[in-house]
């Protein structure tokens, strides 16, 4: 019997000895290169190199070594169509069977702090191009670019004498697959382009996940390959393991406490919305205040916390039933406190928020824009009434807040401490009048409010002069500005308006 022959050339070497050694024992003659060869060679195997293929020495440090007709016309050769047969034959090709290759670290690499040009040197030429002509050729060449498919095809071989049809129509497909995201990732480190021709994402699954947003859906989760994120590297020190809905509060829970870099911050998150967000001087106090503003739906929700939390804060946190708790760092003794609830998942934040774009999935199609991080340095007061310099930050304090809630969107705030938030409704005044409601029911103080968007009518402002509230903030806008202008200016309330609105839908 002829022997077939395989070509190995891999950066992951795990499982490849033993794989390798099967592989011989039925009767595959082994090509190889550089370090894979010198691998196999010291296990005792009796690998070729890849040069007696070529009749060609590797050369320019190693970038040009399978880039040859003997390596791709052995992979690319149709065994059905004798015109192939004939001219393999004529220029001493030999046939390649299967390929096994996974590609230089070029995705672990990306990210790093390195130069460009040490980059560059990441990205693999000869392993796509092998792999490529491998999987276009599946009829009769078996593919392996992931070590967990050793098992598979050793099953397959030791049944059938070779892989089957179907799976080697499979690993061909995860070939594309891997080659896609692997070009993806190297483009959107070399293209210098907010919104490019071709939309290339590259995303590897991390886990799939019990469910989707419902029982009855299924999901995964994916973590990018060219970015790093606050939601990809972090590390959960306790608790059951994560659930779709759970990822995607977390990812907007550790936004909202981003957004004040400057003081210690806490936010609750409930079902996709802030349901409490306050800043302090202590741990225990900060998260006090964002427990204040709504203890009912705080119930089953997200606490993130941009500051370590300790151990009086754990015991505090530990008397409401929470799904995660998110910080940067945690007490030991904190954490002693924390799993004594043994589903609560912990969550310590490695990655800083790096998220520079939102995409929304729609039927046949993907909206793409920057994510709304800007904030006008032009405020303008628009009322006969001036703020005074504490409302004026309280003011700030709850449009950073607002750009977080669901359009339509209200913040009532005393500037330290959400009171009321409003969201999600499909008018303006049902949002307002749903924050200052809940807002007066905890705090009997000053409060001032803010809007995501502008006053279709006076209604907003005649409601806030009703219910006390002090000073309002909002983009502005709308045709009928003057006539909010003249309510505020009738009540005496200052109002100002920022010219930019925060859309959350």
Known sequence: MSKKRVLISVSDKSGLIEFAQ??????????????????????????????????????????????????????????????????????????????????????????KDISLHEKVEFIDIGGPSMLRSAAKNFDSVTVITDVEDYSTVKIEMEQNGDTYIETRKKLAGKVFNLTSAYDAAISRMLLDEEYPTYLSASY???????YGENPHQTAAYYVSTFENGAMKDFEQLGGKELSFNNLRDMDLCWKVVNEFKEEMACCAVKHSTPCGVAIGTSALETYQKTFECDPVSIFGGIVAMNYKIDAATAEELNKTFLEIVMAPDFDEEALEVLRKKKNLRIIKIVNPVSDKQTWVKIDGG??????????????????????TEEQKKALLFSQRVVKYVRSNAIVVSNGIQAFGIGGGQVNRIWATQQAIERAKEKFSGDLVLASDAFFPFRD??????????????????????????????????????????????
């Open 22 to 111: 099967f592989l011989e024992a039925q009767n595959y003659e082994l090509i190889s290169t550089g370090g894979t060869f010198k691998h196999l060679k010291e296990a005792g195997l009796n690998p070729i190199q890849i040069d007696e293929v070529t009749d060609f020495p590797e050369m320019l440090d190693g970038r040009v070594k399978t880039l040859h007709p003997k390596v791709h016309g052995g992979l690319l050769a149709v065994r059905s169509n004798e015109e192939h047969m004939k001219t393999v034959q004529e220029y001493g090709i030999g046939l390649i069977d299967m390929v096994i290759v996974n590609l230089y670290p070029f995705f672990e690499n990306v990210n």
């Open 204 to 210: 590897k699954k991390a886990s799939d996940l019990r």
């Open 366 to 387: 993907i909206l793409v824009q920057d994510n709304d991080t800007f904030f006008s340095d032009d405020i303008k007061v628009v009322t006969e009434v001036q703020p």
């Open 460 to 505: 907003v402002v005649d409601f806030c002069a009703q219910e006390g509230i002090k000073a309002i903030i909002q983009p502005g806008g709308s045709v009928k500005d003057q006539d909010s202008i003249e309510a505020a200016n009738e009540h005496k309330i200052p109002m100002m308006f920022t010219g930019v609105r925060h859309f959350l839908h």
